[in-house]
C-alpha cells in the first residue's frame, strides 16, 4: 500500500452551460491543478454530460458541480448534481495523462468516488443541505453557488 500524500482541492470557476450553472473544483496529486486545456476539453463536453439521465429520478435544478481531479493513472472527471432535491447524480470520466481529449465513462460498474473527491462532496452536501433543503421556505440558491472550498488534505 502506498503512503497517503495531501492533496490540493481547488474551487477554479462557476461556468453556465446551457441554463445550467456548474461549480468547477480541481484536485490534483501535484500540486495545483494548472491545465487550462483540459478545463476548456471538459467545459465543451458538459452539455452532452449534463443530459445523462438516471435510472431513477432525473428531476433536477440546473445546478451542478464538476471535480477534476488529476492522479496517478490519469485525469478523472465526475459531474455531479442533486437529484429528487436529495439524491446525488454522479457520472466519473476518465482521460489518460498523455490523451486529454478522451473520456471514457468509468462509472456505473460499481465505482465510486474516491477519498479526495469525496472532501468535495462532503462540503457540497453540508451546503446543499444548509442553503437549500433546511431553507425549504425560501432556498438560496446564489448562497450554495458561492459556498466553495479551498484546501489540502
Known amino acids: 500500500m502506498s503512503a497517503y500524500k495531501e492533496r490540493s482541492i481547488r474551487f477554479c470557476d462557476l461556468v453556465?452551460?446551457?441554463?445550467?450553472?456548474?461549480?468547477?473544483?480541481?484536485?490534483?496529486?501535484?500540486?495545483?491543478?494548472?491545465?487550462?486545456s483540459f478545463?476548456?476539453?471538459v467545459i465543451k463536453k458538459l452539455p452532452d454530460w449534463l443530459e445523462l439521465k438516471n435510472g431513477f429520478d432525473d428531476s433536477?435544478?440546473?445546478?451542478?458541480?464538476?471535480?477534476?481531479?488529476?492522479?496517478?493513472?490519469g485525469i478523472?472527471?465526475?459531474i455531479n448534481w442533486?437529484?429528487?432535491?436529495?439524491?446525488?447524480?454522479?457520472?466519473?470520466?476518465?482521460s489518460n495523462h498523455d490523451d486529454q481529449e478522451n473520456f471514457k465513462m468509468i462509472s456505473g460498474t460499481g465505482l465510486a468516488p474516491c477519498?479526495?473527491?469525496?472532501?468535495?462532496?462532503?462540503?457540497?452536501?453540508?451546503?446543499?443541505?444548509k442553503n437549500i433543503l433546511k431553507a425549504s421556505e425560501n432556498p438560496n440558491l446564489e448562497k450554495y453557488l458561492s459556498d466553495v472550498i479551498n484546501m489540502d488534505i
Open 82 to 94: 442533486w437529484v429528487g432535491t436529495n439524491m446525488l447524480n454522479t457520472h466519473i470520466f476518465f
Open 60 to 73: 433536477n435544478d440546473k445546478i451542478a458541480f464538476l471535480i477534476l481531479h488529476s492522479g496517478t493513472e
Open 16 to 36: 453556465e452551460v446551457n441554463d445550467w450553472k456548474v461549480k468547477i473544483y480541481t484536485i490534483s496529486k501535484e500540486g495545483d491543478f494548472n491545465n487550462e
Open 115 to 129: 477519498i479526495w473527491e469525496l472532501e468535495v462532496i462532503n462540503h457540497e452536501r453540508v451546503s446543499w443541505t
Open 76 to 78: 478523472f472527471s465526475l
Open 39 to 41: 478545463i476548456r476539453n
